[in-house]
Nanobody, 117 residues
């Protein structure tokens, strides 16, 4: 099993920055790709950014050039640096990790990000 704990959410004005952190524990050797998703009220959960075990990244079009995902060498922590935040970025952000052998998905509890206009 893998446990994920997020931190770093909060309230920020439009144009501001926040950094989210997700720490993994447990069977960390099982972790392949890690990602951040977000879900706004009344909307589906969407992929924000993903980083592979090898460091390759991919971003949703809506956050390209503003958000940066990174991962530590131990593969246990993934960060999401969010700059130039917009009110439409307001959502619950959740960390995700994929089991590289079986494809299971692990999720954190989520952290609220609120961007005021």
């Amino acid at each position: 099993q893998v446990q994920l704990v997020e931190s770093g959410g909060g309230l920020v004005q439009a144009g501001g920055s926040l950094r989210l952190s997700c720490s993994a524990s447990g069977s960390i050797f099982r972790i392949g790709a890690m990602a951040w998703y977000r879900q706004a009220p009344g909307k589906q959960r969407d992929l924000v950014a993903v980083i592979s075990r090898g460091g390759g990244t991919n971003y949703a079009d809506s956050v390209k050039g503003r958000f940066t995902i990174s991962r530590d060498n131990a593969k246990t922590t993934v960060l999401l640096q969010m700059n130039s935040l917009k009110p439409e970025d307001t959502a619950v952000y959740s960390c995700n990790a994929v089991d590289r052998t079986y494809g299971n998905n692990y999720w954190g509890q989520g952290t609220q990000v609120t961007v005021s206009s």
